[in-house]
Nanobody
């Protein structure tokens, strides 16, 4: 069973930093795109950042210049470095894998989420 487990969330003051980690239990994730999403209370889940298997990245406009996504394929891990945090960044953050290879494991995989709270 392939699994994703997030860690690193917590409470931080505005302007502070946090680093989220996502550990994948299976090796298939290194061949696929992975991302971070977030969901604030009463809002829909939204994309934060995506990193391809080759290391290309894309960011939502509201985190560009503040957040950095990275991956370590040898450790089956993805990270989200969050700087200059704002109260509006408060949400549950989810790690996701968009698996297309191998075809037998195709699908979207999600972690359980980690809470990030930014106080003003």
């Amino acid at each position: 069973q392939e699994q994703l487990v997030e860690s690193g969330g917590g409470l931080v003051q505005a302007g502070g930093s946090l680093r989220l980690s996502c550990a994948a239990s299976g090796s298939i994730f290194r061949f696929n795109d992975m991302g971070w999403y977030r969901q604030a209370p009463g809002k829909q889940r939204e994309l934060v950042a995506i990193i391809t298997s080759g290391g290309s990245t894309n960011y939502a406009n509201y985190v560009k210049g503040r957040f950095t996504i990275s991956r370590d394929n040898a450790k089956n891990s993805v990270f989200l470095e969050m700087n200059s945090l704002k109260p509006e960044d408060t949400a549950v953050y989810y790690c996701a894998a968009h698996v297309v290879v191998p075809a037998s494991e195709r699908g979207d995989y999600w972690g359980q989420g980690t809470q990030v709270t930014v106080s003003s």
